[in-house]
């Protein structure tokens, strides 16, 4: 058996005790020549892909993440890719499949199931009829499940997807839970309307949310942004409604908390259920605050949606 030897040694950073990885379908997300999509899984409950454009005439390559997902808590014991779908098994007993778009831009969560007895390893099959999921446990189970199919021409859902990956829907969902329906707005009904109207004639995406100046938002959604050498007094001058908008642009743009400041963080600002502090607080029905993606894989897996 003839081995040839590697011209290039690629190292990934920022991973913590690797335990799966695999290698993307270069023709499912639609790669160019020399470049591939690796998705590593590990003991932080993070699922990284990085992309890797290697040059043949140099015999290098350069390697950069691209997205980042979370698992519910603990590490995953098992990763596999099917096409532009992509599954994990992770410590917590739950399988979640995600469907990446081209070249690991955004990806979306089509569903987590609980896998009884501890952790369990999973794989993707093609079938004619649709790919199906497997789970097995340590326990002795092999469960199958039948994969959803793509959504077609239906608007995409946005729950739980970072603000810079949202579409029309994120942008109307975080108007109507940040601005327009929180506690104690005395907004008229029709505002919300037309809020939804400015944002689709800007053709609004959560990208422009983030990268575009905070005073020109103001005015692309209508309203009146005072020229005031003191920026400060501009905005104290501002309404109510326009001070909040303001707020919730800023905390978006808000960089993660260090360690530290999150390790410091009391417990009413943490997620019950990742114990991290919350992004996206969300409300539900037992009274408790959830960071939204937590609470939607949660539900997810206990087959509540």
């Known amino acids: 058996m003839q081995v040839n030897e590697l ?16 290698f993307a379908t270069s023709s499912a997300l639609a790669l160019p020549e020399n470049m591939y999509i690796l998705a590593t899984a590990g003991a932080d409950s993070l ?20 997205l980042t997902l979370e698992l ?32 690991g831009a955004a990806a979306s969560l089509l569903g987590a199931l609980a896998c009884g007895g501890g952790a369990p390893a999973v794989a993707l099959l093609e079938d004619p009829a649709g790919p199906l999921l497997l789970g ?14 793509e959504r077609g021409d239906h608007e995409p859902h946005d729950d739980g997807t970072p603000p810079c990956y949202w579409q029309r829907e994120g942008v109307r969902r975080w108007l109507r839970e940040c601005i327009t329906n929180v506690p104690g707005s005395e907004l008229p009904p029709d505002k919300e309307t037309f809020l939804n109207e400015r944002a689709d004639e800007a053709n609004m995406t959560g990208s422009k949310l983030l990268s575009t100046s905070i005073d020109t938002l103001l005015e692309l959604f209508g309203y009146e942004v005072e020229q005031c050498d003191d920026g400060a ?25 260090s360690y530290d400041h999150e ?33 939607l894989d949660w539900f997810l897996a206990a087959g509540t949606m």
């Open 136 to 149: 097995g446990s340590l326990g002795g189970q092999l469960a199958a499940w039948r994969v959803p199919p």
């Open 263 to 295: 390790r410091a963080a009391p417990h009413a600002l943490r997620c019950p259920l990742s114990h991290r502090v919350m992004r996206e607080p969300v409300s539900a029905a037992d009274g408790y605050t959830y960071e939204r993606a937590n609470i």
């Open 72 to 103: 519910q808590g603990g590490g995953a014991a098992s990763l596999r890719w099917s096409g532009a779908l992509l599954a994990a098994a992770s410590a917590d007993r739950v399988l979640r499949v995600w469907r990446v778009a081209a070249r």
């Open 7 to 22: 011209s290039a040694e690629i190292t990934l950073c920022s991973l913590d005790g690797v335990q799966s990885c695999d």
């Open 47 to 66: 699922v990284k892909m990085w992309s890797i454009h290697y040059d043949k005439e140099l015999g290098s390559a350069a390697v950069r993440a691209v």
């Open 233 to 257: 007094a501009g905005e104290a001058a501002e309404g109510a409604e326009q001070a909040r908008m303001r707020d919730e642009l800023r905390w978006l743009r808000a960089p993660p908390p």
